[in-house]
């Protein structure tokens, strides 16, 4: 614990703090001193947090501290993992928990300032999820988001940029490194120059070596130039391409240039344009205004604070609940005219979908036409402003297209000495495998013949004797190669160094004036930094104490507005109450029958006088209900008798006429028997 006042106290007397502690006036800080040193600290990293903490509710103040630690990833001890704990500490300024966040912020001021300074673009908002189902909202959202992930990438870029710089003290080191590397090779060179010496006919060698780099060079021209000419080909070729498939659209075109195509084909469009005017473009059109509307209203509204949230979260789930039982109820109805309408509804809302899918499909081709149309006339100005033509005219049609057949004629000759080729190529072949297994045949038979003589491995020797003949040739092309290119190594690298030489040399001139100007500077900006602190900190000071001052005012003058608005509706209220007793106690004692009938006992009156008699008559209907209600149950009960007598007479006359029915039907069936008797 010791160690970490001790590495504090040391940090907080350097700059930019100059504290002018010790371990005992430290130590002996009070809560609110201790809590203030914890905020400047805090300023050093955001110069937003530079407030005085006896102006500002604890309350307040931990919470603003608690969201910067946790912005800046700051995790508490085991012993204060607790965060009510923790907060708790923070607002009485606890020592240890001060102690602790002090210690680990001054270990890391500067990366401390930067990720603060990161903090402010790249902590996302958090919107609710119910406004970005709003199309505006979500694509201002995602645009948002957008320009976060661009200031990651201009940010990564402006680092690799900062330590990608070169300074003067490397420079310097890498012309020593070339001076070193070109003292180096002029000792190889000298070396390399007295082994060649005693090589006869190196200067021949040389001269040749020099000839073949030459030639080299002009091989290289030359396939530079035959890779332009192919490319100055294709060119051509994709022009004749374009041209020819221009000249058969237009032909296609003048083709269908009928009146009847011609018609059909505007009778579709305006069809189409029409669907566009008259249902699409106006709905788009309305939905934009609603939500202009939307967005419009809320811009109206005062700000919400969290009750009237949490009041409108509690509206809508109560909607949703409600929304649920008339969907479980409308489930468990399950009317089948509904579902064949939902059916019906179900496939128009497809064919409206598919119409607006197509209509926006169409949309977009005329898009890509118009870019087309707009691509192929700037290609055309550029072709009409390199070859002074728009489009290429027949006779140079008629040239090319016969360039192009001699071209295939070329080619298909060409592919025949190709194929004429692989066949002697394969005919080589096998005369080189003939010749092999000759060879080997006479090899042997010269190793017998050597080993009857007595002198076996002569041949092998010879061979030996011709190849390091042969590869001490090629040794001493390789050692005039190579001698040329150190001397042109040399005098590249002798060239490179005093360009670069002359390069930095006006650099180190100028660069020596303008350090010492930036270390007055550096110290007259310290200076007046130091006075702009002081002065800005009072001036702040005294900002805070006049803003609390408007605040109260502005409350005071908000309450006494309320209380003048309750008074005067409250006075309103009872001057009007006070009218209609005057103007009552006016038509009661008025003279004027017509004056006292308006009234409201007259009418209250006349009310009751109505719904008296109403009430008289419809007690006589009930005692005449009453009387006649025995009768009447009598008279209906024979009326119900009577209807089953009916019935019954009924059935047995129906039962009659159907079994006199299958009588007759035996008697003619017996007829018929006695007849085929």
Partial sequence: MSEQLKFV???????????????????????IQLLQVLNDVLAEIDPKQAVDIREEMPEQTAKRMVTLLGMLKYKPPGSLSDASSFRQG????????????????LQRVPELKKRA????????????????QDDVISDTYHQYAELVEGFKTYHKECEQLRTSGFSTAEIRRDISAMEEEKDQLNKRVER?????????????????????????????????????????????????????QQLKDLRQAAADAKPESLMKRLEEEMKINSYMVSDKLPKELESKRRTVQYLQKVLSEPAMGQDELRELDGKIKDANARINQLIEKRMMRNDPMDDKLTLFRQ?????????????????????????????????????RGQDGDE??????????????????????????????????????????????QRHEAIQQQL???????????????????????????????????????????????????????????????????????????????????AQYDSIAAGLESNRSKLEQEVKTLRDENAQEENRYHHVNGMKQIIEMQMQRAVEETKAYVSSDPQERKKAIREVYMKNIAEQESLGKKLREKQKAVRESHGPNIKQMKMWRDLEQLMECKRQCFLRAQSQASIGQVIQEGGEDRLVLL
């Fill in 447 to 529: 190793q017998s013949l050597e080993a009857q003589k007595g002198i076996s491995g002569y041949s092998d020797t010879q061979e030996g004797l011709e190849r390091v003949s042969a590869t001490k040739s090629e040794l001493d092309e390789m050692k005039g190669r190579t001698l040329e290119d150190m001397s042109e190594m040399v005098k590249k690298l002798n060239s490179m160094i005093v360009e670069k030489k002359s390069a930095v040399a006006p650099i180190i001139k100028e660069l020596r004036p303008l350090r010492q100007q930036c270390q007055e500077l550096t110290q007259e900006h310290e200076e007046k930094k």
């Fill in 192 to 244: 390399l120059k007295k082994r060649v010496e005693s090589v006869s006919n190196h200067q021949r060698m040389l001269e040749m070596a020099g000839q073949l780099r030459v030639e080299k060079e002009r091989e290289e021209s030359l396939s530079q130039q035959k890779q332009e000419q192919k490319n100055q080909l294709f060119q051509a070729e994709q022009r004749l391409q374009r041209s020819q």
């Fill in 90 to 105: 923070l607002v009485t300024g606890n020592k240890p928990v001060i102690h602790h966040i002090l210690h680990w912020l």
């Fill in 117 to 132: 300074y990161l903090a402010r673009f790249l902590m996302k908002l958090e919107v609710p999820a119910d406004f970005l």
């Fill in 9 to 31: 106290v040391e940090q907080l007397n350097k700059e930019p703090f100059r504290k002018s502690f010790n371990l005992i006036t430290f130590d002996s800080l009070e809560p």
């Fill in 347 to 383: 496939q128009a809302s497809i064919i409206i979908r598919k119409k607006e899918a197509k209509a926006e499909e169409l949309q977009e081709a005329r898009e890509e036409l118009a870019a087309g149309e707009r691509e192929m006339s700037q290609r055309n100005s550029q072709a």
């Fill in 391 to 436: 489009v290429i005219r027949g006779d140079e049609l008629k040239r090319l297209v016969g360039k192009l057949r001699s071209k295939g004629t070329v080619h298909k000759k060409k592919r025949q000495e190709m194929a004429e080729l692989k066949a002697e190529y394969g005919v080589l072949q096998r005369t080189e495998e003939v010749l092999k």
